[in-house]
């Protein structure tokens, strides 16, 4: 036998070893995303039906395309989960890169598509891409990366605590160049909560967090429809409001009025008959408050809370046992879920100005759908790799 032939096998071993799909799911995780799945594809369904008769002419085209996006982000995941960490801790730089530099791309005049003023879709025929999706996924890679191999740095001077968050505001800038102040609230917030976890100081932290409010505060107040988004806010039922920026706001209120605590009936919403603009995607909360009431509402607020709480215990026992890439992962995926959740349903009950916003596998969107599965997917894969290192110590 040849050499080459007796590498082969050695070869196709090692190869099945590092790319082999999940060890052992979490069925916590797992069961809760699948569960946010099925409610979110009802929901649409209900949520959708007369608006696409109306646009398209036949009354599913929304559920039909959210399908065959499940369906490829369920083929994504699956291919993501027998990636090996370590390759996403080695590309986690490259990743970035082209993430910066889709954001670019996207502010082209003729390559970006322009939706209700901002320009953050890349028109790809048939489908859309929206690079601030990508953007999430890459700057959390990178800064899980660089608080391992910068650990010392960060935990004991100013220099490792600055130069992520350097690198953090070219994306910063890049998003309000399109603009999408939302995902710059959620980007800012996840990394910031990423490095108070990876070690620095206290007072690094919260020095970071004042400037960080205040320059979210200056923002806030550099336009004036922001500024107008926020008087509605204040006050959505003035005369002046509730048929203008207060709009979305009151409408979505009357839905989780008219829902009481167990709904009015899945089909039944009134407030989806073209009262509340974007019913099926940043209010389709509201929608399931009108038909499922109290009870639909505080059913997902158990669904993300089950699945933000496996992802930090998962992340914490990947710490606990030395594995701090997978750690500071599954720290940044959680902690974007969270807050991007919280701001959704801060705005549809009215705790926070409006934001355009998606909710986590229940909004229609097909690039979102794509990530969130794919952070589901890195998130399992860290607790596959973890339960291996576990028993490799045991042995």
Known sequence: MTAQAKALPLLTDRLSEAYQPLWQPDRWLLGSCLALLVLGLVMIASASIDVSQQRFGVPYHYVIRHVIYLAAGIGLAAVLSTVPMKVWQATSW????????????????????????????????????????????????????????????????????????????????????????????????????????????????????????GAVASMAFSQSYRVQRLLAFLDPWSEENV???????????????????????????MQKLFYLPEAHNDFILAIIGEELGLIGVLTVLALYAVLVYRMFAIGRLAEQKDYLFGAFVCYGIALLFAIQGLINIGVNTGLLPTKGLTLPFLSAGGTSLLVCLSLVALVNRVYGETLRLAGEAKS
């Open 243 to 269: 048929y203008g920026s207060g709009y979305q706001l009151t409408q979505s209120l009357i839905a989780f009025g008219r829902g009481e605590w167990v709904g009015v009936g899945l089909g039944n919403s």
């Open 94 to 213: 490259l990743l970035l890169f082209a993430a910066l530099a889709l954001l670019v791309i996207v502010l082209i005049p003729g390559i970006g598509k322009e939706v209700k003023g901002s320009f953050r879709w890349i028109d790809l025929g048939p489908v859309g891409f929206q690079p601030s999706e990508l953007g999430k996924v890459a700057i959390i890679l990178y800064v899980a990366s660089y608080l391992v191999r910068r650990r010392d740095e960060v935990i004991s001077r100013w220099s490792g605590f600055l130069k992520p968050l350097l690198v953090m505001s070219v994306m910063v800038v890049l998003l309000l160049l399109e603009p999408d102040f939302g995902t710059v609230v959620v980007v800012l917030s996840t990394i910031l909560g990423m490095l108070f976890l990876g070690g620095v100081k206290a007072g690094q932290f919260f020095l970071a967090v004042i400037a960080a409010a």
